[in-house]
């Protein structure tokens, strides 16, 4: 009897991997679909982004807003802390309707290319001209860790693709926000980028002795800023594009100090990415 249920247990196994390894074959009445003969080298996987999101409503509001209106999302996650699951709400073979306008180290209409996670959260306030934002739930972070590892380890997705919705549309979009923990992300699942203290160290100097409103200053920062992903053109100038991406870069890797403007730390941390990342 034993037997019999392990060959079953075989029999099931190689069912469903045969029809997971048909399941793109069209069927075509008096055609056949050879998919075995030649397999091209020229391919790889659709999905080269990972993107976290806040829904900015409560759990109900989310699911409402995620799946009968024109936005949704591959996943959302909760803030319920004794729930131990997260919510697919569209396959990951599919495309959601999370990024919007976005751009990404020269890719554009991002719902092509990515995978998007909306995490259950308040957003922000407003309150006396300063932007308060609410924190994540440490259960809940737990889970979009989870899900983030095994996205970013069956597509490969590098460390500098794992992004926050402002990341790809600075100015327009403000989540995840500050409060998001992209260094413990990094550090305990080995998920998005983070920089190395030391070499952050070597590049301060280099600040300080920068001519700080200078044509020839600003329009480096703007491409070591472009160089690392951002969408933004060289003007030369401290202006709102620019701001916008400072700031949105401060929300991921700055988080004590997010107020658009370039300091020795911000700038620092920036030369240290792309050492690490973009050699």
């Known amino acids: 009897m034993k037997n019999s249920w392990k060959y079953l247990s075989l029999l099931l196994i190689i069912l469903f991997a045969s029809c997971a390894t048909r399941e793109y074959i069209p069927r075509i009445d008096g055609l056949k679909i050879d998919a075995k003969t030649h397999e091209a080298i020229g391919q790889d996987k659709r999905i080269k982004i990972l993107v976290m999101h806040y829904t900015v409503a409560d759990y109900p509001s989310s699911i409402q807003i995620l799946t009968k209106k024109q936005v949704s999302a591959h996943y959302l996650v909760g803030d319920d802390a004794l729930e131990n699951k997260v919510y697919q709400l569209v396959r990951e073979d599919k495309r959601a309707w999370h990024a919007g306008v976005s751009y990404w180290q020269g890719r554009t209409n ?4 990515s995978i998007g ?13 300063e932007r308060i934002f609410f924190p994540f739930d440490g259960n809940q972070m737990q889970k979009v860790a989870k899900l983030a590892q095994s996205i970013v380890e069956r597509y490969k997705i590098p460390p500098t693709a794992v992004v926050a919705h402002a990341d790809i549309a600075p100015g327009r979009k403000q989540d995840p926000g500050p409060l998001f923990p992209w260094e413990i992300l990094h550090k305990k699942y080995n998920v998005g980028a983070w920089y190395d203290i030391p070499t952050v160290l070597e590049f301060l100097p280099e600040f300080y002795k920068a001519d700080y409103d200078s044509v020839e200053f600003i329009e480096k920062v703007q491409n070591d800023f472009h160089r690392y992903g951002y969408k933004i053109e060289q003007t030369g100038e401290w202006d709102e594009q620019t701001k916008d991406v400072i700031l949105t870069f401060q929300y991921h890797f700055r988080q004590k100090k997010c107020d658009g403007i370039l300091d020795a730390e911000t700038y620092a941390i920036l030369q240290a990415l792309n050492k690490k990342y973009n050699r």
Do not use: H, T
Not at 110 to 113: G, H, T
Not at 117 to 129: A, Q, R
């Open 110 to 113: 991002l719902n092509d290319s």
């Open 117 to 129: 996670i909306e995490i259950v959260n308040k957003g922000f306030i407003e309150k006396d001209g």
